[in-house]
């Protein structure tokens, strides 16, 4: 019976009990790492004088039917080529996994065996493996809102740095722009190849840069056909297009009549009632905006009667001058860019 007591009394001392110089220490019992990158076990061990360490080896533990077992990562196929001890056979303990998998959160042990004893850790690590979660709010906002950015972990991590399609944001609050639009995600400064799942922020804006196309190169004789399409840049895409035009009466004041309505206003037989000021109107569900305008001018050739048309700023001068001719209005109007004949 005392033989049975003396060799439980030995084994109690091999599982760790932490005396007579012998233990294994662990830097930090609960490290917290992201999934693909690597994190390191620090840890140090220490044994009576005189002894010499043989073998040195790192344990997870496991509950199988109901039992805890220790299993050696040796023997664990998912740790190949993943698990690195860095340590020596003196007394720093410390292991490297890289690649991190969610499987590898757990408790880890670490053994060493001299000539005399098969030493254990009593005390364990527990590895968390997470993740990096970005969330943006609101998702959608109308240029000018206010914008938040957040980055998730299920524990404290470093500061974490930002990135709208591969370029960085300085600030993880703003006021949204047209040119905020786009894909967030976030990554541990310092560690910014591990990333999180992008995150989408739509900004939207009414229509801008409203412009106006025509069709027909040249001037336009009386009866022949010319469309003019009006194009836009608009979050929600310009989803209403309403035309204008403007005529000058003989005492000089001006009016502008709606004359068309969709994105293309035709006009397929050319003629002097169509002389005037065009321009057209694009509108979203966050606003609307009007373009420039283009002017339709009669005007004397050798040939007859043509009719062309000018791309002007919007000006009352150029409205008030239009009965003018080409020619006058052109001296009247410096602001005129070219003459764009259709």
Same mark, same amino acid.
């Given at each position: 019976?005392?033989?049975?007591?003396?060799?439980?009394?030995?084994?109690?001392?091999?599982?760790?009990?932490?005396?007579?110089?012998?233990?294994?220490?662990?830097?930090?019992?609960?490290?917290?790492?992201?999934?693909?990158?690597?994190?390191?076990?620090?840890?140090?061990?220490?044994?009576?004088?005189?002894?010499?360490?043989?073998?040195?080896?790192?344990?997870?533990?496991?509950?199988?039917?109901?039992?805890?077992?220790?299993?050696?990562?040796?023997?664990?196929?998912?740790?190949?080529?993943?698990?690195?001890?860095?340590?020596?056979?003196?007394?720093?303990?410390?292991?490297?996994?890289?690649?991190?998998?969610?499987?590898?959160?757990?408790?880890?042990?670490?053994?060493?065996?001299?000539?005399?004893?098969?030493?254990?850790?009593?005390?364990?690590?527990?590895?968390?493996?997470?993740?990096?979660?970005?969330?943006?709010?609101?998702?959608?906002?109308?240029?000018?809102?206010?914008?938040?950015?957040?980055?998730?972990?299920?524990?404290?991590?470093?500061?974490?740095?930002?990135?709208?399609?591969?370029?960085?944001?300085?600030?993880?609050?703003?006021?949204?722009?047209?040119?905020?639009? @786009?894909? +967030? $995600? !976030?990554?541990?400064?310092?560690?910014?190849? %591990?990333?999180?799942?992008?995150?989408? #922020?739509?900004?939207? =804006?009414?229509?801008?840069?409203?412009?106006?196309?025509?069709?027909?190169?040249?001037?336009?004789?009386?009866?022949?056909?010319?469309?003019?399409?009006?194009?836009?840049?608009?979050?929600?895409?310009?989803?209403?297009?309403?035309?204008?035009?403007?005529?000058?009466?003989?005492?000089?004041?001006?009016?502008?009549?709606?004359?068309?309505?969709?994105?293309?206003?035709?006009?397929?037989?050319?003629?002097?009632?169509?002389? @005037?000021? +065009? $321009? !057209?109107?694009?509108?979203?569900?966050?606003? %609307?905006?009007?373009?420039?305008?283009? #002017?339709?001018?009669? =005007?004397?050739?050798?040939?007859?009667?043509?009719?062309?048309?000018?791309?002007?700023?919007?000006?009352?001068?150029?409205?008030?001058?239009?009965?003018?001719?080409?020619?006058?209005?052109?001296?009247?109007?410096?602001?005129?860019?070219?003459?764009?004949?259709?």
């Amino acid at each position: 019976m005392k033989k049975m007591i003396t060799m439980l009394v030995l084994l109690i001392m091999k599982e760790g009990t932490e005396s007579s110089g012998w233990s294994v220490t662990f830097e930090n019992l609960n490290p917290c790492a992201l999934k693909g990158s690597s994190v390191e076990f620090r840890c140090s061990y220490n044994y009576r004088d005189g002894e010499t360490v043989k073998n040195t080896s790192w344990y997870k533990g496991d509950l199988k039917d109901g039992i805890w077992k220790r299993v050696d990562l040796s023997d664990l196929p998912s740790y190949e080529n993943r698990s690195e001890y860095v340590g020596d056979q003196q007394h720093d303990c410390s292991l490297v996994i890289h690649d991190l998998l969610y499987s590898d959160s757990g408790y880890y042990y670490f053994r060493f065996d001299t000539k005399t004893y098969g030493w254990r850790s009593r005390k364990s690590v527990y590895l968390s493996v997470t993740e990096l979660n970005a969330s943006v709010s609101p998702k959608r906002v109308r240029a000018g809102d206010n914008v938040t950015l957040e980055c998730r972990t299920s524990c404290h991590l470093s500061s974490t740095v930002w990135f709208r399609d591969g370029h960085p944001v300085a600030k993880p609050e703003f006021r949204a722009r047209v040119e905020d639009s @786009g894909h +967030y $995600l !976030c990554a541990l400064q310092g560690q910014e190849s %591990e990333q999180s799942d992008p995150v989408a #922020l739509d900004v939207q =804006y009414p229509p801008l840069n409203v412009s106006i196309e025509v069709s027909h190169p040249g001037p336009l004789a009386e009866g022949s056909s010319v469309n003019l399409t009006c194009s836009s840049v608009a979050n929600p895409a310009a989803d209403s297009y309403t035309w204008y035009m403007s005529n000058v009466s003989s005492s000089g004041s001006s009016s502008m009549l709606q004359v068309g309505s969709g994105q293309v206003l035709s006009l397929p037989s050319v003629e002097a009632s169509h002389a @005037g000021l +065009y $321009l !057209c109107q694009a509108r979203n569900s966050v606003g %609307e905006n009007n373009s420039t305008e283009w #002017l339709m001018t009669l =005007y004397q050739t050798d040939r007859g009667r043509d009719l062309t048309l000018l791309w002007m700023k919007r000006s009352t001068a150029m409205i008030m001058k239009t009965s003018a001719g080409a020619k006058s209005v052109k001296k009247q109007n410096r602001v005129t860019q070219k003459e764009m004949s259709v």
